[in-house]
């Protein structure tokens, strides 16, 4: 009996339809494994097993598909509600779980940061930082500029962590050689922690001391 041919690799009939979710899924696994670069629409139609054409019905071009990715993570940042503490723990919070996302996709997050359309009003983390703001007594005229400089501290550590430049810099003169003149290692996971934690601590006693300045204003 003549074995039956299958048909090319994109060709075939799926089993399930093509959607966005699903592209954006495939599309945030492809880029967790190799990074933004190497994602293109031929290689994600053919994860997808689908014709490349295909996938135009859904999304135009590759820009379109980082962007409803990068809104999908950013849709999974969960801002602390919790009214029962003070504001400078929200913010230490809201931080930390912010970190923690861009760990889960580092090289996806590594690249929003770089952009300028990454943080949307609409985003969970800008709405959490602006609530804190706002529990702080920041006035309001003061709360769009002030979270805009907290983002620009915020993405900022956070790309030169995941991008390794932290790591390296702590490396640099006067930092001890190690045996026989060799380089200074790279610090521990536990030792960045605790430079996040101090940037944090910076950052939040700077915005203490910027509230109290308002506050004592005429």
């Not at 779980?97 to 590594?110: E, I, Q, S």
């Not at 949307?120 to 805009?148: H, M, N, S, Y």
């Amino acid at each position: 009996m003549e074995k039956e041919r299958k048909a090319p690799r994109g060709t075939r009939k799926r089993d399930v339809p093509l959607t966005k979710d699903g592209i954006y899924d495939m599309a945030l696994q492809l880029i967790d494994a190799d990074g933004v670069e190497a994602l293109t629409m031929r290689r994600l139609a053919t994860a997808l097993d689908a014709n490349p054409m295909s996938l135009y019905h859904h999304v135009p071009n590759k820009d379109a598909v980082l962007r409803g990715v990068a809104a999908r993570v950013g849709s999974q940042f969960r801002a602390g509600k919790r009214e029962d503490i003070p504001w400078q723990e929200r913010m230490r919070q809201l931080a930390l779980d912010f970190r923690a996302l861009a760990h889960r996709h580092p090289k996806l997050m590594g690249y929003s940061f770089a952009r300028a359309d990454y943080v949307q009003p609409e985003d969970p983390f800008w709405r959490g930082l602006t609530d804190v703001l706002a529990a702080a007594k920041l006035p309001p005229a003061e709360i769009p500029r002030v979270a805009a400089s907290l983002c620009a501290v915020f993405t900022g550590l956070l790309l030169s962590e995941l991008t390794g430049a932290l790591q390296r810099w702590t490396t640099l003169p006067p930092a001890p050689a190690g045996p026989e003149g060799e380089d200074a290692p790279p610090p521990a996971k536990d030792v960045v922690d605790a430079m996040f934690s101090y940037a944090l601590d910076a950052t939040i006693a700077g915005l203490e001391s910027q509230i109290a300045r308002t506050r004592e204003e005429p």
